[in-house]
């Protein structure tokens, strides 16, 4: 079993930066990949970032490219998001999930096993 458990939410003004963290409990493989998604208010949960446990490799959604960063520290089996240039429209819940024997970075919610409680970000216009 893997436990996640995320933190680093808040409210922060449009402009602003947030750090967030998932902190992963359990047997993590290096086939894991971690993903960190997003479900604004009425809408449906969306991909935002992923990286593979092993390697490091990215992905990152259209929409947060190049504002975003996703990294892993594996001696604190911890995955952060930096998210800087913060919009009104990255306010959502946050969500740190994971998956075993991935072979490539999935972008989809179904695909993911393991799910954290969310942490709600706020972006004041």
């Known amino acids: 079993q893997v436990q996640l458990v995320e933190s680093g939410g808040g409210l922060v003004q449009a402009g602003g930066s947030l750090r967030l963290s998932c902190v992963v409990s359990?047997?993590?493989?290096?086939?894991?990949?971690m993903g960190w998604f997003r479900q604004g208010p009425g809408k449906e949960r969306e991909f935002a970032a992923g990286?593979?446990?092993?390697?490091?490799?990215?992905d990152y959604a259209d929409s947060v490219k190049g504002r975003f960063t996703i990294s892993r520290d594996n001696a604190k089996n911890t995955v952060y998001l930096q998210m800087n240039s913060l919009k009104p429209e990255d306010t959502a819940v946050y969500y740190c999930?994971?998956?075993?024997?991935?072979?490539?970075?999935?972008?989809?919610?179904?695909?993911?096993?393991?799910w954290g409680q969310g942490t709600q970000v706020t972006v004041s216009s």
């Open positions: 359990g047997r993590i493989s290096s086939t894991y990949a």
């Open positions: 999930a994971a998956t075993g024997l991935a072979f490539a970075i999935p972008v989809y919610a179904s695909q993911y096993t393991y």
């Open positions: 990286i593979r446990w092993s390697g490091g490799s990215t």
